[in-house]
């Protein structure tokens, strides 16, 4: 098969369009069928497509894999200048897009806070939360799960370690996060470029005007440990910082919101899952891993090759743009016997989400508590929950991160 050409299955071209409504509803179809017919495909667009666990972890770990944000967003939008749009350059400051040795520096300065031991210190403050949020809605019957637990939990958590006074969280739990359409693999329209533009230099001032205050009043947390490292020389820039401490909150927000969500969700679709969690709680932690792997909120991450590399049987060039596609990895049968059922009691669960290799998510141990604790919480003090839309979930219009708009919810 020619690598441009759309494998065709049933008379019909696989086509790859990730923000289609009806793709995003479901995208575990077209993943079978691309695993199926082609798992290392060139897709229209330009890139390559990985499906099969086996890849997908190859591509993640294997130091023929590297970022290179800068010439991919170069190679992407060919003379369009996308490095002066601000919310594009402050990414590239970031580890997550960082090749070694900038990476490896980067990383080193903020591993300290997210140690096992570290996160595991935080679970009675994570557990006051999540009973604080519940406490605000136990005597109406009814929450939107997205808006009135699922977002502000991860919110408040993350304001916690970097320091942000309770008085000034306020825009950060009523915003949303469109930077994260930076990450889908189709390009950005004008107006979407403009919106995550503006909300990149207004967090900037807010996180410049935080770091100048730990300067001046340092405290026990993240921000003013990293602050120590900026003044010491040689370590992060000033532009390194804000863009580090933009980047810890992006990414540790919006990706456990949808944890919480798209589990919730599959285990009320399941229902026997959640009866199961009630009977056993004691199954709370592996009942994540499986939620984590049957509905990654994170459905894709990156890579370039930096030389010729044999993946799957196929033979990319150097500079070639690689889309593993995590949720497709997470339903190999090959890995996973019946992928498509939910089974809160699975054994040996290593599921994709969270990357791997040097660029493993720093905050995975973190978003497994929150889910941990939300989970027991609501089995404990609203057992009897239901979903009314459970039949007709509100997916957000965004396939890298996965997750939902609203997730009503009634107990009595
Ligand atoms: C990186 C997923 C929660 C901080 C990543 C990557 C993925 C991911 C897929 C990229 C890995 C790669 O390219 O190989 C998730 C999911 C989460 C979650 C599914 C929740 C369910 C968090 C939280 C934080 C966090 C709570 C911090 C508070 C980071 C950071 C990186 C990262 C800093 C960059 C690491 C690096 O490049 O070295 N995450 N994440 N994430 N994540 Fe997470």
Same mark, same amino acid.
């Given at each position: 098969?020619?690598?441009?050409?759309?494998?065709?299955?049933?008379?019909?071209?696989?086509?790859?369009?990730?923000?289609?409504?009806?793709?995003?509803?479901?995208?575990?179809?077209?993943?079978?069928?691309?695993?199926?017919?082609?798992?290392?495909?060139?897709?229209?667009?330009?890139?390559?497509?990985? #499906?099969?666990?086996?890849?997908?972890?190859?591509?993640?770990?294997?130091?023929?894999?590297?970022?290179?944000?800068?010439?991919?967003?170069?190679?992407?939008?060919?003379?369009?200048?996308?490095?002066?749009?601000?919310?594009?350059?402050?990414?590239?400051? #970031?580890?997550?897009?960082?090749?070694?040795?900038?990476?490896?520096?980067?990383?080193?300065?903020?591993?300290?806070?997210? #140690?096992?031991?570290?996160?595991?210190?935080?679970?009675?403050?994570?557990?006051?939360?999540?009973?604080?949020?519940?406490?605000?809605?136990?005597?109406?019957?009814?929450?939107?799960?997205?808006?009135?637990?699922?977002?502000?939990?991860?919110?408040?958590?993350?304001?916690?370690?970097?320091?942000?006074?309770?008085?000034?969280?306020?825009?950060?739990?009523?915003?949303?996060?469109?930077?994260?359409?930076?990450?889908?693999?189709?390009?950005?329209?004008?107006?979407?470029?403009?919106?995550?533009?503006?909300?990149?230099?207004?967090?900037?001032?807010?996180?410049?005007?935080?770091?100048?205050?730990?300067?001046?009043?340092?405290?026990?947390?993240?921000?003013?440990?990293?602050?120590?490292?900026?003044?010491?020389?040689?370590?992060?820039?000033?532009?390194?910082?804000?863009?580090?401490?933009?980047?810890?909150?992006?990414?540790?927000?919006?990706? #456990?919101?949808?944890?919480?969500?798209?589990?919730?969700?599959?285990?009320?679709?399941?229902?026997?899952?959640?009866?199961?969690?009630?009977?056993?709680?004691?199954?709370?932690?592996?009942?994540?891993?499986?939620?984590?792997?049957?509905?990654?909120?994170?459905?894709?991450?990156?890579?370039?090759?930096?030389?010729?590399?044999?993946?799957?049987?196929?033979?990319?060039?150097?500079?070639?743009?690689?889309?593993?596609?995590?949720?497709?990895?997470?339903?190999?049968?090959?890995?996973?016997?019946?992928?498509?059922?939910?089974?809160?009691?699975?054994?040996?669960?290593?599921?994709?989400?969270?990357?791997?290799?040097?660029?493993?998510?720093?905050?995975?141990?973190?978003?497994?508590?929150?889910?941990?604790?939300?989970?027991?919480?609501?089995?404990?003090?609203?057992?009897?929950?239901?979903?009314?839309?459970?039949?007709?979930?509100?997916?957000?219009?965004?396939?890298?991160?996965?997750?939902?708009?609203?997730?009503?919810?009634?107990?009595?």
């Amino acid at each position: 098969m020619n690598d441009m050409t759309p494998p065709v299955v049933d008379g019909e071209p696989l086509e790859f369009n990730p923000l289609d409504p009806a793709f995003i509803a479901d995208p575990y179809p077209f993943y079978r069928r691309l695993r199926e017919t082609a798992p290392v495909f060139k897709a229209p667009q330009g890139f390559w497509l990985i #499906t099969r666990y086996e890849d997908v972890a190859f591509a993640l770990r294997d130091k023929r894999f590297g970022k290179d944000f800068v010439g991919n967003i170069q190679r992407r939008y060919g003379n369009i200048d996308r490095m002066s749009e601000p919310a594009v350059a402050s990414l590239a400051r #970031t580890m997550l897009v960082q090749d070694p040795p900038d990476h490896t520096r980067l990383r080193g300065l903020v591993t300290k806070a997210f #140690t096992a031991r570290r996160v595991a210190d935080m679970r009675p403050r994570i557990k006051k939360i999540v009973d604080d949020q519940l406490d605000r809605v136990a005597d109406k019957g009814e929450m939107d799960v997205m808006r009135d637990l699922a977002h502000r939990l991860p919110v408040i958590v993350i304001c916690d370690m970097l320091g942000i006074p309770e008085e000034q969280r306020a825009p950060f739990l009523a915003g949303s996060n469109v930077n994260g359409r930076i990450l889908e693999p189709v390009p950005m329209t004008r107006e979407e470029m403009d919106q995550a533009n503006l909300n990149t230099q207004m967090a900037g001032v807010y996180f410049k005007q935080l770091c100048d205050l730990r300067r001046r009043e340092p405290q026990d947390d993240l921000t003013t440990e990293l602050v120590r490292a900026e003044e010491a020389g040689d370590k992060l820039t000033a532009e390194e910082l804000e863009a580090n401490i933009g980047l810890l909150f992006g990414a540790g927000h919006e990706t #456990t919101t949808n944890l919480i969500g798209n589990g919730l969700l599959a285990l009320h679709r399941q229902s026997e899952q959640w009866e199961r969690l009630k009977a056993d709680p004691s199954l709370i932690p592996n009942a994540v891993e499986e939620l984590l792997r049957y509905d990654s909120s994170v459905q894709l991450t990156g890579r370039v090759t930096n030389t010729e590399v044999e993946i799957g049987g196929v033979t990319l060039g150097e500079s070639e743009s690689i889309v593993a596609l995590l949720g497709a990895a997470n339903r190999d049968p090959a890995q996973y016997p019946d992928p498509d059922r939910l089974d809160v009691g699975r054994e040996h669960i290593r599921p994709m989400s969270f990357g791997g290799g040097i660029h493993h998510c720093l905050g995975a141990q973190l978003a497994r508590l929150e889910a941990e604790l939300v989970f027991a919480a609501l089995i404990e003090r609203m057992p009897n929950l239901t979903l009314p839309e459970k039949d007709k979930p509100a997916w957000r219009r965004s396939f890298t991160l996965r997750g939902l708009s609203k997730l009503p919810a009634v107990w009595h």
